[in-house]
């Protein structure tokens, strides 16, 4: 019974801190851009269509561009 005294009021303690941290992250912009990363991953870095996808997924307006053959 004793030790009760002692896990009860660490665990919220830690229930705290991981409330705070994810707080912290939320609002420091951590998940702002959730689709960009996954577009980034599925393509080439020099592709032209890469940037657009990137542009598109950020809400930026594309610019109009020469369109290049794909990559075989």
Do not use: C, R
């Not at 707080?23 to 951590?30: L, N, R």
């Amino acid at each position: 019974m004793p030790a009760l005294y002692v896990m009860i009021p660490a665990a919220l303690l830690i229930v705290a801190i991981a409330v705070y941290i994810f707080f912290w992250a939320v609002d420091s912009g951590q998940y702002d851009d959730l689709d960009g990363p996954a577009h980034s991953i599925l393509f080439d870095d020099q592709d032209p269509n890469h940037t657009a996808a990137v542009d598109e997924a950020s809400g930026q307006p594309t610019k109009p561009q020469d369109k290049a053959p794909p990559h075989a």
